[in-house]
Nanobody, 126 residues
Framework: QVQLVESGGGLVQAGGSLRLSCAAS????????LGWFRQVPGKEREFVAA????????YYADSVKGRFTISRDSAKSTVYLQMNSLKAEDTALYYC???????????????????WGQGTQVTVSS
């Protein structure tokens, strides 16, 4: 059974940094594309970043490009989101997501991910 557990969220001042981690259990982590999404109350879940199975291909929302970096460590079955130069508008509940085993390409749509973590809150004070 696939489970995802996020950590690393918290309260940070604008301009600061946070590193989110998402530990995955379950088989064949290395064959799955992975993604990070975020959501604020009253709005739809929003794509943030995604990475393919090998880590060679990464994708970012325009709003975070140049500030956030997604990476993966298949030996640890963990995906990371390094967030720098944080802004107040980055405040949200951040979710990691995993594609089904064998779906190694990244997806920019929430519909491409059947497995989700419980979310970790990121709050940026201005």
């Amino acid at each position: 059974q696939v489970q995802l557990v996020e950590s690393g969220g918290g309260l940070v001042q604008a301009g600061g940094s946070l590193r989110l981690s998402c530990a995955a259990s379950g088989p064949t982590f290395s064959t799955s594309g992975l993604g990070w999404f975020r959501q604020v109350p009253g709005k739809e879940r929003e794509f943030v970043a995604a990475i393919n199975w090998s880590g060679e291909l990464t994708y970012y929302a325009d709003s975070v490009k140049g500030r956030f970096t997604i990476s993966r460590d298949s030996a640890k079955s963990t995906v990371y989101l390094q967030m720098n130069s944080l802004k107040a508008e980055d405040t949200a509940l951040y979710y990691c997501a995993r594609r089904s085993p064998g779906y190694g390409e990244a997806s920019l749509s929430p519909g491409g991910y059947p497995y989700w973590g419980q979310g970790t809150q990121v709050t940026v004070s201005s």
